[in-house]
């Protein structure tokens, strides 16, 4: 059994299309688009993760992938 996945994809390439089918599984979670550049922000604010501009890049980046895993685990244990 799995933790956590990520998928990587490009605009166009069938990605929301992947998601939507692995949501209808409800086994897998919700996956959602936690990397789209215009998205980050959003999520952050929503997630309760300091400020940008006020840790490191590195310290950022790592935040704000354990806080989309934490919201990815919850979201299939909540599916199941």
């Known amino acids: ?6 998928i990587c994809g490009t605009p166009r390439t069938g990605s929301t299309l992947l998601c939507d ?3 209808s599984t409800k086994r897998t979670g919700a996956p959602h688009s936690f990397y789209r550049r215009q ?3 959003e999520w952050a604010e929503e997630w309760k ?6 840790m490191s890049e590195l310290d950022f980046n790592v ?3 354990n ?3 934490q919201l ?3 979201s299939r244990v909540s599916s199941a």
């Open 63 to 65: 935040a704000y992938l």
């Open 21 to 23: 089918l692995l949501t």
């Open 39 to 41: 998205d980050i922000v």
């Open 49 to 54: 993760l300091p400020d940008r501009g006020t």
């Open 67 to 69: 806080a989309a895993m």
């Open 72 to 74: 990815a685990r919850a």
């Open 1 to 6: 059994m799995f933790d956590a996945y990520i």
